[in-house]
Each structure stands twice: as C-alpha cells, then as structure tokens.
C-alpha cells in the first residue's frame, strides 16, 4: 500500500528556513512525478509545488514565493520542500503526494494523504 510521511516541520520565527522531507514506499517512486500541497483552516488545499520523475522539471503555485524549492531523490525514495526566509504567511500543514500526472495541479481526487507537517510561522 501507499504510504506518505512527511517530517521536518516545526515552529519557527521568520526569517528562518525549513526543510520538508517525505518518505514514499508503496510504489514505484522513480515513475511517478511527485508534489506538496498545503492546507490552512477555512482554505482549499493548494498546489506548492510539483517535480517530474526525473527530476528534471519543476513548477511551482501561483501564491508560492522563489523561496522555496522542490526536489527528490530516488535513491532515497523521498522528496523535499526548501523553505527559505519563512514568513507568517507561510503557516499552513503541508502535505505530499504521489502525482496522477505532472501537469494536474489540483489536489481533488486522491484517495490517501499522509499525516502532513505543520509549519508555524512567528514575528
């Protein structure tokens, strides 16, 4: 079976960075594009960002800053959030996820999320 865990998060004041990590098994992960998404109470969960099979492509939501980069190791069967420069606006649980495609930014549809890692983000 599928199985998603993220780490990494944690409480922080801004200014500082994060790196989120996820471990992936279940799958082939080499075949698969992978992304993370975010979620605050009272919003849609959001697209942060996504990574091809290879990666050799990545994009990135549209409310999401240059500070932060996606990437993966398939050797590691994982994939990570940089988080640089937090700023409150940041705070959200974030999430990983095994892709349908590459190009579907939506996070609708997916049987199975992770337990997610809350980033909280103070001045």
């Known amino acids: 079976q599928v199985q998603l865990v993220e780490s990494g998060g944690g409480s922080v004041q801004a200014g500082e960075s994060l790196r989120l990590s996820c471990a992936a098994s279940?799958?082939?992960?080499?075949?698969?594009?992978m992304g993370w998404f975010r979620q605050t109470p009272g919003k849609e969960r959001e697209i942060v960002a996504a990574?091809?099979?290879?990666?050799?492509?990545?994009y990135y939501g549209d409310s999401v800053p240059d500070r932060f980069t996606i990437s993966r190791d398939n050797a590691k069967n994982s994939v990570y959030l940089q988080m640089n420069n937090l700023k409150p606006e940041d705070t959200a649980a974030y999430y990983c996820?095994?892709?349908?495609?590459?190009?579907?930014?939506?996070?609708?549809?997916?049987?199975?999320w992770g337990q997610g890692t809350q980033v909280t983000v103070f001045s």
């Open positions: 990574v091809s099979r290879t990666d050799g492509a990545t």
């Open positions: 279940g799958f082939t992960f080499s075949l698969d594009a």
């Open positions: 996820q095994r892709l349908r495609s590459y190009y579907d930014r939506s996070a609708m549809g997916y049987g199975y």
